[in-house]
């Protein structure tokens, strides 16, 4: 073909040009102002003060590592290695004369804020999100009753979901959890019976419901009133938990799907003795389980107990007839934070609850979903802000130990509902009201995760410049071929096909004279007249029917 001038690729796609990693990363990063490292002899910003951003992230070559002063650890190579752990990175001692401003610089560094990527899909508030535990996959649920699984290794530079699923009809997703071993996941809708997944989202186990005209919630096998959230064991692959609104809590077995395993009853001082349980979690260890209810009451029961009463509890924890929306305990298992809906976050030491150890106020809460979570460190304590339509919601950054805030990030349109840090991939996600799932991450310091769909291309490649109709005869493509009969693939579910095919209409009669091996409306038109006279001659039957009568009376005469 060289011969003739034709490229050597004539009628084929063009091999597809390297992936610039690095170009692509740096399209990610977040438009902010570099902070001013603080000095010893100068003050730390408190709470009241502007909160500083994140640190602009270089991304020099190897060879220029010398010459380039780089803050924080080396970023991870082209053939994928993992992070160094702490105190194993290379560091120059000339570069880096002051130890203490060079630990300052690596800790802001070693948050992942400075890059991010969105994945969208969801055209409502994304109001569920669960991580697997190796970080691969995400599975997101939303007030549009659709529940996405993600998987970072498969996703190409669309970033687009490979499963979408309604998991429990036109119900909301309350929320989502993974098993420890992430080959399971549950999924709480506004319904009574919480689902079982795998995986893949597929094979769901739908488990009981109770009986709704029982009072004693100890003699029914499932929960009476809608479910509000769920969260499966931290190390044990068989149980989870969830809360209802029928005032309890119950830890079911994935094996019995006809009742739970335990049931623990809430006893209000409310009117009736009920309330609802809004938020549930277990602590790390999976030995004490928190449930924060409706009426401001926070309880803290021990998994060794009888469930009869709880090991710990304060019923004035939040503002009554409030939804306090997320409760998680700390690392240690020592402490518990809460996400009230009165606007506040407070920090509670197990062993003293009468009293929170810190309380921070001015923190919008307009949705039910909105979670709190300490920082893998243990160090920080982190949930969303909620904003008005068109403002944009935030990411804040509590000290863990007074609740001082250290840090106020802007992630986008809408308030911010979930948050997540996954720790061995060290990303953290954040979801929007506008159904949109902000992962922020770190070249330095993430692994895998954002990463990986960032380094594929697409998987159509631009066919090769050189070939043109000055070369050859022009092309002819086959009908299917063509744009505009081409299935939409993945942006096109069944639903959808059905009911585009009930849109089309049928193929209309030709008027006037034939074509197209048609007959027209002339040579049918008579035909079509003979079966179906113009017009329709109405009699009473009556009449009709008297004129043979008359006839046979003459004949009888005769």
Known sequence: MEGFGLPMSFGKKAKAPASNL????????????????PRKDTQEPGPSKTPTPAIEVRTTKAEEDEEDEEIGPAPPSAAGAKRKADGEAEVNSEEHSDEDEYDDEEEVDRTPVSHEIILKDHTKVLSALAIDPSGARIATGSHDYDSKLWDFGGMDSRLKPFKSFEPNGNYYVHDLSYSPDGRNLLVVSGTLQPKVFNK?????????????????????????????????????????????????LRIWDLENKRKQKQVIVVRSKER????????????????????????????????????????YSNDNAHAKNTETTGVVFSRDGTRVATRGGDDTVKLWDIRSIRKPLAVATGLDNLYPETNIIFSPDNKSILTGISAPKGQKGGLVFLNSQDLKEERRIAIGEGSVVRVEWHSRINQIFASLSTGALHVLYSPHSSIRGALLPLAKLPKTAPRDPSFSTADVQPVIYTPDALPMF?????RESLHQK?????KMKPMEPVRGAGRGGRLGASETQGFVQTLFPSEMVFEDPREALLKYADK???????
Not at 283 to 299: E, N, T, V
Request: include cysteine.
């Open 22 to 37: 690095r170009a692509k990363v740096d399209n990610t990063k977040r438009f902010e102002p570099k902070p001013e490292i």
């Open 200 to 248: 893949d989202g597929e094979e769901g186990v739908e488990y009981n419901k109770g009986d709704v005209y029982l009072r004693d919630m100890k003699n029914t096998n499932g929960h009476t009133a809608e479910i509000n959230g769920g969260a499966w064991h931290p190390t044990d692959n068989s149980l989870f938990l969830t809360c209802s609104s029928d005032s309890t």
């Open 272 to 311: 009736g003795a009920r309330t609802r349980v809004t938020s549930c979690a277990w602590s790390p260890d999976g030995k004490m389980i928190a449930g924060a209810c409706f009426d401001g009451a926070l309880h803290i029961w021990n998994t060794s107990s009888n469930y009869a009463r709880p090991n």
């Open 486 to 490: 081409k299935d939409k693939g993945h």
């Open 498 to 502: 059905e009911k585009k095919a009930k």
């Open 552 to 558: 046979t009376d003459k004949q009888d005469e005769e």
